[in-house]
């Protein structure tokens, strides 16, 4: 080999500088690409923000709905109340229009026990029993004896009779007895009252 003729690389390092030289060629590549994919801070903090709204948004609608349940529930039981309410508000009604008719009928039987009709284990008297049950079982109590005191929002004085030896208006004879139904009057006591004599 002379001085002039060239020198031709080995082969292994003929493959070593192909590899170099396509990896020079590939680094700007690679490093457009980098910087093409970067991220800047306003990038990161504009995304942190959108995430932040994201998450407000999340929480004012839950916030929302939980409140929009709230109220739902408070109507519920609202109306469940009124429901209630009504519902015992018409069986008072009904009870008291069946405890209205059954009146006239006990007022006869309390005269047929009066006038001796209601012979102790008769049919009739057995009857009576059973229908003063009813009434009870209703809830419909008498009121109105002999020797209370009078009371105007109770009693309803048919006659005066002047007394002596009475301090106070006193009931002196019941002429029909009151029914309530519970705390509702069906009908007052209607009395005859001894008043202190002048």
């Known amino acids: 080999m002379t001085a002039q ?14 590899g170099a030289e396509a990896g020079a060629d ?3 590549a690679a490093g457009a690409s980098a910087g093409d994919e970067g991220l800047t801070i306003d990038d990161i903090l504009e995304a942190e923000q959108t995430d932040e ?14 409140h929009d ?6 109507e519920y039981a609202n109306y469940r109340r009124r429901t209630e309410e009504q519902r015992q508000l018409d069986i008072e009604r009904a009870k008291g229009e069946v405890a209205k008719r059954l009146l006239g009928v006990l ?31 209703t809830g419909l109590t ?22 002596p030896g009475v ?16 705390g509702v009057e069906l009908r007052p006591a209607k009395v005859v009252v001894a008043v202190p004599a002048e």
């Not at 709204?53 to 939980?66: C, F, N, P, R, V």
């Open 167 to 182: 301090t106070e208006a006193t009931i002196l004879e019941v002429v029909e007895v009151g029914y309530r139904l519970g």
């Open 53 to 66: 709204a994201a998450e407000q948004e999340k929480s004012d609608y839950e916030t929302q709905l939980l």
């Open 107 to 137: 007022d006869d039987l309390d005269r047929a026990a009066k006038h001796g009709d209601l012979e102790e284990g008769s049919a009739f008297a057995l009857v009576a029993d059973k229908m003063r049950a009813v009434a009870t079982d």
């Open 26 to 28: 590939e680094a700007p």
């Open 142 to 163: 008498v009121y109105g004896e002999a020797g209370e005191a009078f009371d105007p929002q109770q009693h309803e004085a048919v006659f005066q009779a002047p007394t």
């Open 5 to 18: 003729d060239p020198i031709e690389p080995a082969d292994g390092e003929d493959q070593v500088q192909q």
């Open 69 to 74: 349940l709230k109220r739902i529930q408070a």
